[in-house]
């Protein structure tokens, strides 16, 4: 924008360079910030305010850059107005100095007066509450507010910088220095996880009234007319507004940091499905990971980043915590075994990944979690039995181990026409195909069980009442359905083989991926996924393609499970008989399956 008013070549083009430069530099500290705050797998005992961000607060924030923007425009300005200040030195050590002195002197003051005048009722209610309808403080609400407060803002950013260029002392260095350093005192107080230690404070006292902390600064979120101070709680000391209660809180505070906080009630034991989705976690874009996973081509040149990673956590990592949210008074975690989905395709890696999923389902039984849920491949009957591997192994368990897929069942069921009288069923003889066959012959609905493997269809058969046998049809040729349009797809097909399917068919599914939606004339139903509970808390991560506030009905199984406070576990081959009661208690507390769920 500055260059437009000059067309020769001049240190007024470097000027704009260098205001670009800082405007990257201070996003990716915002970045980093929000990053460390919400590795839980680090910070979970330094935590403040232990609720979990939710999706409301995220797009509530989503525009919290727009004040970096704003003093970028306004330096420009300033730039085009005074051009006596282009020509300076990249470095002036007396500058330092004299924009410290300027700082405590005039921008600690000035923000301090300006803070206390936004907390009276009309300022507040017109403007600084936006500031404060975030509930829980993160690096991004320091950004999170209206355009008179980003302009005030702008106004006690400025005074040291064009203060010490004033009277001469400026200096390039000095820009870049005192705005990071503005940037990272307001993210650490805006953090809320509490790094700074306690005994920092008994060794030199008069410091916890130099520099805040992220304790100090939630306690003025949380109370809101006290600790209006910058950085220095001296000015909210000498003004009469410190919180009696800050340094007792921060020392607690700091203390609970070497002890284990809540044990959470449910465990949903996940895993990396690849490279490209490893990066949907909140701690790399809490932005990114509230919006359901697809490839973003501007994440690609990250790739090689996460393929280092992958090696690392395959080498060296352990189970370690990435989201939480609440229900009913339950802490609801989500862990995250570190293997890529690929590698549960390699047989020497098979060993290692049960040995994962065992000290996390031994850990969660010494910390006392009620009930722990296996997702994906981490239930993979050739790998483990569905969990059954670990329940013999370990009879003494307290932890329930579940795999959920009682409930996934259940809503392909009920996602079924009611008065439907045929199926074909691919991956029949799976643990699902088994369950869903079974299941449906009872109910007087015939199937065809596509499998070349007559023995497995046989060891199915027989499981089914004598009088219901019949209902089951082995076929070993999709041409075998040409006529029935009603398909529960168990196992990948290919369009050529989707055209065997009639007009007009819709095809249910239970294979991850999705089958490819080729027939134009047919309907594809969703994979078997449901809504949590409209009463969710702290919830702001998408699980995977999921849509917001949707999980893998696996997952909504293990929640059930937990809320019923059932103490059977759920490993192995699907009881049939269990599959209307779960279904029953999902609806009870108010689980909806997407179909039905808008």
Known sequence: MYSIYYQQESMKE??????????????????????????????????????????????????????????????????????????????????????LALHVAISEPLFYSIHKCFHGKYLFENYHFLHHSSPVPQPYTAGHGTFLEHLLLTVVVGVPIVGTFIIGRGSIS????????????????????????????????????ILYTPTYHNLHHAETNTNYCLFMPLFDALGNTLNEKSW??????????DKNGRVPDFVFLAHVVDMSSAMHGPFINRSMSSMPYYTRIYMLPFLPISFLVMLIMWAKSKTFLLSFYNLR??????????????????????????????????????????????????????????????VNKHPNLKVRVVHGNTLTAAVILNDLPKDVTEV?????????????????????????????????FKNIQTEAPAEFQNNLVQVT???????????????????????????????????????????????YGDLAAMRLPEDVQGLGVCEYTMERGVVHACHAGGVVHSLEGWTHHEVGAIDVERIDPVWEAAMK???KPISNAD
């Not at 839980?40 to 409301?56: A, Y």
């Not at 066959?437 to 070349?452: D, E, F, P």
């Open 329 to 390: 008074g339950l802490l609801h975690q989500t862990w995250l075994v570190p293997r890529f989905g690929f590698q549960y395709f390699l047989p020497f890696a098979a060993e290692g990944i049960n040995k994962q999923i065992e000290e996390a389902i031994l850990r969660a039984d010494r910390m006392g979690v009620k009930v722990i849920s296996l997702a994906a491949l981490n239930k993979n009957e050739a790998l483990n039995g569905g969990g059954t591997l670990f």
């Open 424 to 456: 074909f069923l691919t991956g029949a003889t799976s643990k699902l195909g088994r369950a869903i066959a079974l299941y449906l012959c009872r109910k007087g609905v015939r199937v065809l069980m596509l499998t070349l493997s007559a023995e497995r």
């Open 477 to 523: 040729k999709y041409q075998a359905a040409q006529n029935c349009k009603t398909w529960i797809v168990g196992k990948w097909i290919t369009p050529r083989e989707q055209k065997f399917a009639p007009p007009g068919a819709h095809f249910h599914q239970f294979v991850v991926p999705p089958v490819f939606q080729f027939r134009r004339d047919c309907t």
């Open 14 to 99: 470097s000027w704009c360079l260098h205001i670009f430069i800082i405007c990257m530099l201070r996003l990716f500290m915002y970045q980093l910030w929000t990053s460390y705050s919400n590795m839980l797998f680090l910070n979970r005992n330094r935590i403040i305010v232990k609720k979990g961000v939710d999706f409301k607060q995220i797009d509530k924030e989503w525009h919290w850059d727009n004040f970096i923007l704003l003093q970028a425009i306004v330096a420009a300005l300033v730039l085009y107005v005074f051009r006596t200040l282009e020509k300076q030195p990249l470095w002036n050590k007396k500058g330092f100095a004299a924009a």
């Open 248 to 257: 007792d809180m921060h020392r607690n505070n700091s203390l609970a940091s």
């Open 174 to 209: 000095l820009i870049y220095g005192y705005v990071l350093v503005f940037d990272f005192l307001r993210c650490l107080g805006h953090s809320n996880v509490e790094i700074i230690p306690h005994q920092v404070f008994d060794v030199i006292p008069f410091l916890k009234y």
């Open 589 to 591: 507390y108010g689980f």
